[in-house]
């Protein structure tokens, strides 16, 4: 379950990647036929580039939280939860150790 949600994830990165490539590709057309100035071309290049860069990171800290939340859900441990209590055991192991 967690592989599709993963893989619909970067779908979504590549659908946006996509887009950018199109968006490049239709500002040089206009650029081209003489409808931006290479400038202004430049300058929405860079603003759709920056979007598409805020969109990229709010869809992964989306998609973070929503893969949290689905664990959460199915009572997985998260991998800081097992560290903590491995860690934990480690340090109750060498007290009992050293008991003996």
């Known amino acids: 379950m967690i592989e599709v949600l993963r893989k619909a994830m970067l779908a979504g990165i590549g659908a ?3 887009t950018e ?13 003489g409808k931006l100035s ?3 071309g430049e300058g929405l290049v860079e603003e759709l580039l920056a979007k598409a860069a805020v969109s990229r990171k ?4 989306k998609t973070t939280e929503f893969l949290k939340e689905g664990l959460k859900k199915m009572d ?15 340090l109750l192991e060498e007290k009992l150790t050293k008991e003996k």
């Open 16 to 18: 946006l990647t996509l």
């Open 21 to 33: 490539a199109k968006a490049r590709s239709i500002v040089d057309e206009l650029v081209e036929h």
């Open 38 to 40: 290479k400038e202004e």
């Open 58 to 61: 709010e869809l992964e800290q």
């Open 76 to 90: 997985l441990v998260m991998r800081s939860e097992f560290d903590e209590l491995k860690a934990r055991v480690a």
